[in-house]
């Protein structure tokens, strides 16, 4: 039976978890704390603590994850990295190269470009981040790239673009009452729907292997009142209030977001590992949401 153990089941994981298991995958992954693990058992996955600081911790007496690792045929990374690079790999990197393994994913993101000032990039850009939490995940990617080759592992990381899709969305924003519309001059921001995530990754593991990095976004760039404005439509609201950047008082990690402004291409994941997004842009993905049907 195929096995995919996920470091970090979360929002992104649990969709592609979902899929697999219509398949007939057995899943198991780790959350933070005993409540995201039983949340973790009650999706009928096997569950383990994995904080970042220590080897994970089981269910069991003394059972951590790595029996699990070892029999895992496909290993997803999702965990954030900490200051000195990826944890999953500090922890768990025997169990990972010791493991049946055919396939390895680390889920990174865009945000390593920095800053382009609008303009287009592609996988061949240089990785250049502005920010430490970028940062981070370029020093967490190359630690992956050099496991793989000092374990010949096949890893492959995918760079995600802002990920949205139901309960974490515009729609929901603006539902909720939460939805800010901040406007700096000529921003815009790149999107995925988790469902393309999922899709991504699919066909990923089901394709030779060709590259060791993918872009993950959708094919329009856009600016985030546009976005909002276009949500209010579909819900017969008015759209949100704008409010200049320079008078937004966002956080620092606000701040950091709207600190690069860069336009991503996706073509690496239509050429090369035949994608089709069910939600090429923001308009089909939040009008999917709107409707209830994703």
């Known amino acids: 039976m195929p096995t995919l153990f996920c470091f970090g089941l979360g929002y992104s994981a649990r969709h592609l978890a979902a899929k697999l298991e219509e398949e007939g995958w057995h899943i198991a992954g780790t959350a933070r704390s005993d409540d995201g693990v039983e949340r973790i058992h009650d999706l009928g996955y096997t569950g383990f603590i994995f904080d970042g600081l220590s080897p994970s911790k ?4 003394s059972q951590g994850a790595g029996p699990a690792v070892r029999r895992a045929s496909h290993v997803l990374i999702s965990a954030p990295p900490d200051a000195d690079g990826d ?4 922890h768990h990197g025997d169990d990972i190269a010791q493991s049946n393994a055919e396939w390895v994913g680390y889920l990174s993101t865009i945000g390593v470009y920095g800053d382009h000032g609008g303009g287009w990039v592609d996988e061949t850009t240089p990785a250049t981040p502005s920010s430490e939490r970028s940062r981070r995940r370029a020093l967490a990617e190359q ?24 309960g974490s969305s515009a729609i929901d924003g603006l539902k909720a009452g939460t939805t800010r519309s901040v406007v ?21 593991f089901s394709r030779p292997h060709l590259h060791a990095i993918y872009n993950v976004t959708d094919d329009e760039p856009a600016p985030p009142q546009d976005v909002n404005a276009y949500a209010a439509q579909l819900l017969n609201l008015p759209p949100p209030n704008e409010i200049a950047y ?29 994608v089709k997004l069910a939600f090429p842009t923001y308009r089909e993905g939040l009008a999917a949401i709107a409707k209830g049907a994703v």
Request: aromatic share 8%; no cysteine; proline share 4%.
């Open 246 to 274: 320079e008078e937004a008082q966002l956080s620092e990690m606000g701040r950091s977001f709207y600190s690069e402004n860069k336009r991503v291409h996706n073509d690496r994941i239509k050429n090369d590992l035949g």
């Open 143 to 166: 630690q992956w790239l050099d496991f793989a080759k000092a374990s010949g592992k096949r890893v492959e990381i995918f760079r995600l673009a802002g990920i949205y899709g139901p």
């Open 87 to 90: 944890p999953v790999l500090r």
């Open 58 to 61: 089981g269910a069991g007496p």
């Open 184 to 204: 700096k001059k000529d921003q815009v921001f790149n999107r995925i729907h988790v469902e393309d995530i999922a899709r991504t990754l699919i066909a990923a």
